[in-house]
């Protein structure tokens, strides 16, 4: 398993009501392959590990960050809860960002609630890191969680 157990940096949160249920929701989050589907930035991801997700598998991705397009991490499930719960570590140069989502069987559908954990921060990054977050990793965050909700929604989906 990645370790995680290094210091906190920043928590940004975001949550989401999807009009489907636990297992739909917790299937299409599991399913690494459709991630880029809902993903506002170019995201690749290869499964490096075979048969169905769950605690230890792995994968590699390939996404957008400012100024480097094809920013790349290694991937492990940490959590893997069928219906309630998927978290992953994400390291990008051996610093771990924590992935957590939380559903919750809520009002006929499901809510989602999503975290994401940063590295602890240092030097010019601590300070300006809150800006980041500001006008990037909050909207960035949000606006993943209106394509996922969109694309369970969907007829595609169903």
Same mark, same amino acid.
């Given at each position: 398993?990645?370790?995680? $157990? ?5 928590? #940004? ?19 690494? $392959?459709? /991630? ?8 690749? &991801?290869?499964? %490096? ?9 792995? #994968? /590699? ?8 397009? /094809? @920013?790349? @991490? ?13 978290? #992953? ?25 999503? $975290?994401?954990?940063?590295?602890? %921060? ?6 300006? #890191?809150? &800006? ?11 606006? @993943? ?5 969109? @694309?369970?929604? $969907?007829?595609?989906?169903?």
């Amino acid at each position: 398993m990645l370790d995680g $157990s290094k210091g906190v940096g920043m928590k #940004f949160e975001w949550t989401v009501q999807i009009a489907r249920s636990p297992d739909d929701v917790y299937g299409y989050l599991a399913d690494f $392959s459709k /991630h880029h589907e809902w993903s506002p930035k170019p995201l690749e &991801i290869k499964a %490096l590990s075979e048969g169905p997700t769950e605690v230890g598998s792995k #994968f /590699h991705s390939s996404g957008w960050i400012p100024r480097k397009p /094809h @920013n790349e @991490n290694d991937v492990e499930v940490t959590t893997a809860d069928a219906a309630k719960r998927l978290t #992953f570590n994400a390291v990008e140069k051996g610093e771990v960002f924590v992935n957590d989502y939380v559903l919750t069987d809520e009002a006929g559908g499901t809510r989602v609630d999503r $975290s994401l954990t940063t590295p602890e %921060l240092k030097g010019a990054m601590k300070l300006a #890191f809150p &800006i980041i977050g500001a006008v990037l990793v909050r909207p960035g965050g949000k606006k @993943n969680m209106e394509m996922l909700k969109a @694309n369970l929604e $969907s007829a595609k989906q169903r």
